[in-house]
């Protein structure tokens, strides 16, 4: 172990596998990695923007901090205290847990998956301004963060199935359990 500073965070690139020379992730490294997320291409003016934004120099030569350490170790304390009832904890669970046991996917997500999905909801919470988790907050959050850590099947892949498609079925299928009880859903 060693021991790195605290926040510590690492955002990395990924070139679609096609690439020459790229090769795919070892599934326990990308299970390691919080959240994947897809950016696609610049519309048409972004991409006008990102030229003329390098004209005179390169963005780096001018990039400021938006926010500190400091604030960055206070909103990870104050997502900690973000609520999360019993009956979300089990939903979190229950959508992971069918990744393990689903016809599509080879090799489904690991308990590291569970508790991605646990602290994604209490941040999303806290961004929207709430110190507690809904299953929106959740289902918000799914794709992006359990996409990644799965093998989807050969056979699943040959009818054109891919990660994102097959975890959004996932998350439709399973209950919110006690959503009424909650309050969580209109009856």
Known sequence: THQVPSPFMVMA??????????????????????????LGYPTLDEEIAIIEGQLAEHPIETLQPVTSAEEILFLQRATREVYVDDLLKRYIVHIVEATRDHEDISLGASPRGSLSLFRGAQ????IRGRDYALPDDVKALA????????????????RGADAPS????????VPVPGAQA??????
């Open 123 to 126: 941040a999303l919470a806290l």
């Open 166 to 173: 097959v975890v959004s079925g996932i998350v439709e299928s």
């Open 182 to 187: 909650r309050g969580w859903v209109r009856g």
């Open 13 to 38: 690139t990924q070139n679609p596998i096609e690439y020459e020379g790229t090769f795919p992730l070892p599934e326990a490294q990308l299970d390691r990695f919080f959240v994947l997320i897809t």
């Open 143 to 158: 794709v992006s963060v359990i996409s990644h850590r799965l093998i989807i099947s050969a056979g699943a892949r040959m």
